[in-house]
């Protein structure tokens, strides 16, 4: 017997690829949302954890501005206290000056020059006296220039020959002689800590007079 299908097969083959063909669609439709919705969940981590890092890294920077302003504070106070040690060691320098100044003039005048003038005008010192020859002022310009601490710089203004009358009305020939120096503050603490009595001890041998 023989039997004939009479029902529109084409038709039910055409539905039948018709539903896989949507059903594979609707499938890659699916993982295509799923991948898509992956990604943005992956997304949204990476960012909340990059924002989280910013987070520390903004508490970090502000905290280390504080550390410099801080840092900056200090050094100011450092440098506002050094500035003050140096005018006080200042002050206890320029209170020992006329000390070690004399001192220093009586160490470094030589035998046979008198002093008799001594003028100071802030670092520069004028000095005015008589000397028995031209070669004592020399001399004395020498010691000023490479042997005194705290004397620099002489500079010889004049120096001219006068007679003068000696208590025995004896005429001698002297030279009248003016100079002017620099104070200078000396390297070490050890070289101006000259003492005193030293100018006292000394002053027999070059009597000075200051004004």
Same mark, same amino acid.
């Given at each position: 017997?023989?039997?004939?299908?009479?029902?529109?097969?084409?038709?039910?083959?055409?539905?039948?690829?018709?539903?896989? *063909? *949507?059903?594979?669609?609707?499938?890659?439709?699916?993982?295509?949302?799923?991948?898509?919705?992956a990604?943005?969940?992956?997304?949204?981590?990476?960012?909340?954890?990059?924002?989280? $890092?910013?987070?520390f890294?903004?508490?970090?920077?502000? #905290?280390l501005?504080?550390?410099?302003?801080?840092i900056?504070?200090? $050094?100011?106070?450092?440098?506002?206290?050094?500035?003050?040690?140096k005018?006080?060691e200042?002050?206890?320098?320029?209170?020992?000056?006329?000390?070690?100044?004399?001192?220093?003039?009586?160490?470094?005048?030589?035998?046979?020059v008198?002093?008799?003038?001594?003028?100071?005008?802030?670092?520069?010192?004028?000095? !005015?006296?008589?000397?028995?020859?031209?070669?004592?002022? !020399?001399?004395?310009?020498?010691?000023?220039l490479?042997?005194?601490?705290?004397?620099?710089?002489?500079?010889?203004?004049?120096?001219?020959?006068?007679?003068?009358?000696?208590?025995?009305?004896?005429? $001698? #020939?002297?030279?009248?002689?003016?100079?002017?120096?620099?104070?200078?503050?000396?390297?070490?603490?050890?070289a101006?800590?000259?003492?005193?009595?030293?100018?006292? !001890? !000394?002053?027999a $041998?070059a009597?000075?007079?200051?004004?």
């Open positions: 017997m023989i039997l004939i299908n009479l029902l529109p097969h084409r038709e039910e083959k055409r539905r039948q690829r018709k539903r896989s *063909f *949507f059903i594979t669609l609707g499938a890659c439709a699916a993982i295509g949302v799923g991948i898509t919705a990604w943005y969940l992956a997304l949204q981590q990476m960012t909340a954890a990059q924002d989280e $890092r910013n987070a890294l903004k508490t970090e920077i502000a #905290r501005d504080n550390q410099i302003k801080d900056a504070t200090l $050094r100011t106070e450092i440098e506002a206290l050094k500035a003050r040690q005018a006080v200042d002050l206890q320098t320029d209170r020992n000056v006329p000390v070690h100044l004399l001192d220093e003039l009586v160490r470094q005048t030589p035998e046979g008198y002093l008799n003038n001594i003028r100071q005008n802030g670092e520069v010192v004028t000095v !005015s006296g008589v000397a028995q020859t031209n070669e004592r002022v !020399s001399e004395f310009l020498r010691n000023t490479y042997s005194s601490p705290w004397l620099e710089r002489p500079e010889l203004i004049e120096i001219k020959a006068a007679n003068v009358t000696a208590a025995n009305r004896e005429q $001698r #020939r002297l030279y009248e002689f003016s100079m002017r120096v620099t104070l200078k503050r000396p390297q070490s603490a050890a101006a800590a000259t003492p005193a009595s030293g100018a006292a !001890s !000394s002053a $041998r009597p000075v007079k200051a004004s």
